[in-house]
């Protein structure tokens, strides 16, 4: 089945800094790679998705790229602010089967003010 | 539009003790599944639906069973609980194939002592 490798597993940056979050998939047939924020108790919610016939996608501040042939993909946020602190998921599905979405373990983003 | 919503949200159990966990949604979302999300380890899928009336096996299915007996609800059973089995639980629901947006509830803290 799909392996979902995420890193760094916690990251600490300054407020107005960028982050940057990878992660690595192991199916070729993989072709939708959400990512989803998770506050302290709160459900996981999507906050960008890009499907395997685009490299990147953007918005406002988040965007998300896409390398195919290396099979990873990459989380960018820019100008960090105070409300961006959470746990981020990556994910994979490989979409016309119906197997739901393998997950990686999780980054967990402080913004130091 | 309430979304995803699981009852219990909190509950704590007895070794060996049984329990339903349910989850409900108003978006006619065909697909369902149950994640149970432990530190460190991301989400893990247990078992997942792709319309009324189906089941199917996820990455971590022993311990549970689970019924779509209507479209809008997916019940996940423990018939024996172990302390193993405390984490958070969460149901989410898509609209159709697995490459769409994954919507969660608000999770059940489940403890076995």
């Known amino acids: 089945g799909e392996n979902v490798e995420q890193h760094p597993s916690t990251l600490s940056v300054q407020e107005g800094d960028s982050a940057v979050i990878k992660c690595t998939y192991s199916?070729?047939?993989?072709?939708?790679f959400p990512w989803y924020k998770q506050e302290l108790g709160k459900r996981p919610q999507l906050i960008i998705d890009?499907?395997?016939?685009?490299g990147e996608k953007k918005d406002q501040r988040i965007a998300v790229t896409l390398n195919k042939t290396a099979k990873h993909f990459s989380l960018h946020i820019t100008e960090t602010q105070p409300e961006d602190s959470a746990v981020y998921f990556c994910a994979a599905s490989k979409g016309g089967g119906a197997d739901g979405l393998t997950f990686g373990k999780g980054t967990h983003l402080i913004i130091q003010p | 539009n309430a979304g995803v919503t699981q009852t219990p949200k909190f509950r704590v159990l007895k070794t060996g003790q049984s329990m339903t966990l349910l989850c409900a949604q108003d978006?006619?979302?065909?697909?369902m599944y149950w994640y149970r999300q432990d530190p460190g380890m991301g989400l893990r899928l247990i078992h997942y639906?792709?319309?009324?009336?189906?089941?199917a096996k996820g990455e971590v299915p022993d311990g549970y069973n689970v019924s779509r007996l209507k479209k809008q609800n997916f019940l996940l059973g423990l018939e024996s609980a172990a302390p193993s089995q405390t984490s958070v639980y969460f149901c989410?629901?898509?609209?159709?194939?697995?490459?769409?947006?994954?919507?969660f509830g608000q999770g059940t803290r489940l403890t076995v002592v």
């Open positions: 978006m006619n979302h065909e697909y």
């Open positions: 199916d070729s047939a993989s072709n939708y």
């Open positions: 639906s792709v319309g009324e009336g189906t089941t």
């Open positions: 989410a629901s898509s609209y159709n194939r697995g490459d769409t947006e994954a919507f």
């Open positions: 890009i499907r395997s016939n685009v």
